[in-house]
């Protein structure tokens, strides 16, 4: 027998053995690997972080406020017209005062009635104070029609 043919029988020899036996690699996984100890101490956690402390507050200082809320601002002259005001200061008591834009005396009140005699437009202001002379202030239109 030649060379060549005594290779390709060998050669178709082992290719049959290979195919008829079980290979083990390609049907099983491998082992898994066995847990490593490992010595040593782990490092110390971070020390807690205090909390920044909270900024100071400042009181407000003392104030006054003051709206005019009357409830009807325009009528046929003589008109009668409600003054109302919401208001207070932070610090004391409060004292209100009308002015009520028609040359008449303040009313120290806080929310009188008022007579517009004459026809037209009036600005009337309420004023808010505290004892210790602090205030605020609102206006508001009042229209009397002839």
């Not at 036996?21 to 690997?33: G, I, M, Q, V």
């Not at 782990?42 to 807690?48: A, D, I, K, M, V």
């Not at 009528?75 to 004292?95: I, N, W, Y």
Request: hydrophobic residues 30%; charged residues 20%.
């Amino acid at each position: 027998m030649s060379f060549v043919r005594r290779s390709l029988l060998l050669s178709l020899l082992l290719s049959t053995a290979l195919l008829s036996s079980s290979c083990r690699s390609c049907t099983e996984a491998p082992p898994p690997p066995q847990p490593r100890r490992i010595e040593g101490k782990l490092p110390p956690p971070p020390p807690p972080q205090a909390a920044a402390p909270a900024p100071p507050t400042t009181p407000e200082p003392p104030h006054c406020a003051v709206v005019a809320v009357p409830p009807n601002i325009e009528g046929k002259a003589p008109f009668t017209a409600s003054m109302q005001a919401e208001g207070g200061c932070t610090d004391g008591p409060s004292l209100f005062e009308w002015d009520f834009g028609d040359g008449t005396p303040h009313v120290k009140e806080q929310s009188p009635n008022h007579v517009y005699e004459k026809a037209g437009e009036y600005n009337a202001t309420i004023t808010i104070r505290d004892p210790d002379g602090r205030s605020d202030n609102d206006s508001v239109t009042i229209t009397a029609t002839p």
